[in-house]
Every structure is written in structure tokens, then in C-alpha cells.
């Protein structure tokens, strides 16, 4: 069973970063691509981010393009989040999902809990 725990969640002022983790335990980490999702209140969950098993792919919502870095440490079972030059509209609590196909959608298989942003203008 793969277990995902979130951190690195907090507040910031508009224009500040955060950086969020994704500890992944249970099963062979570079087996599983990694998405980040993030789901404001009232909203539905969206993409964010995407990385393939060895972090040679990625993908990005337009709206972090250029902002927004993922990466991963398959040594360490960790997934990234970087999060630069961030805006009130990025307040949403991150999710991390891991699948073993790299994919855009929410139709991840496993997920953690969420770690809360609050980006404050």
C-alpha cells in the first residue's frame, strides 16, 4: 500500500515561495509518477504539476508555467513541489498523487492528505 504525506504548507505574502514535500512510502517510488493537485474552497481539485518516474518529464497547468517546479529524489522517496513568486489565487490546499502512469487528470490512484497554502495579498 503506497502512503503519501505532505508538508511544507503554510502562509505567505503575495510574491514569496514555499517549497512542498511529498514523502512516499509502501512501494518502489521510481515505479510511480507523481502529480500535484491543489483544490480551493468551493472549487473543484485541479492539475498543478506533473513528474514521470526518473523526472525526465513534466507537465504544468498554465497557470504555474514558469512559477512552479516539481522534482524528485527517488534515493530519498521524496517529491517536490517549488513554488516562486506565489499570488493570492494560488491559496489552495496541494495534494500529492502517485500513479503508475504519468497523468494530467485527477484519476491519480494513490493520494496524500493535503498540505494547506495560503498566499495573502
Known amino acids: 500500500q503506497v502512503q503519501l504525506v505532505e508538508s511544507g504548507g503554510g502562509l505567505v505574502q503575495a510574491g514569496g515561495s514555499l517549497r512542498l514535500s511529498c514523502a512516499h512510502s509502501?512501494?518502489?517510488?521510481?515505479?510511480?509518477?507523481l502529480g500535484w493537485f491543489r483544490q480551493a474552497p468551493g472549487k473543484e481539485r485541479e492539475f498543478v504539476a506533473a513528474?514521470?518516474?526518473?523526472?525526465?518529464?513534466?507537465y504544468y497547468h498554465d497557470s504555474v508555467k514558469g512559477r512552479f517546479t516539481t522534482s524528485r529524489d527517488n534515493a530519498k522517496n521524496m517529491g517536490y513541489l517549488q513554488m516562486n513568486n506565489l499570488k493570492p489565487e494560488d491559496t489552495a490546499v496541494y495534494f500529492c498523487a502517485a500513479d503508475r502512469v504519468l497523468m494530467t487528470t485527477t484519476r491519480y490512484y494513490y493520494w496524500g492528505q493535503g498540505t494547506q497554502v495560503t498566499v495573502s495579498s
Open positions: 513528474i514521470g518516474w526518473d523526472g525526465s518529464t513534466t
Open positions: 509502501g512501494h518502489t517510488f521510481s515505479n510511480f509518477a
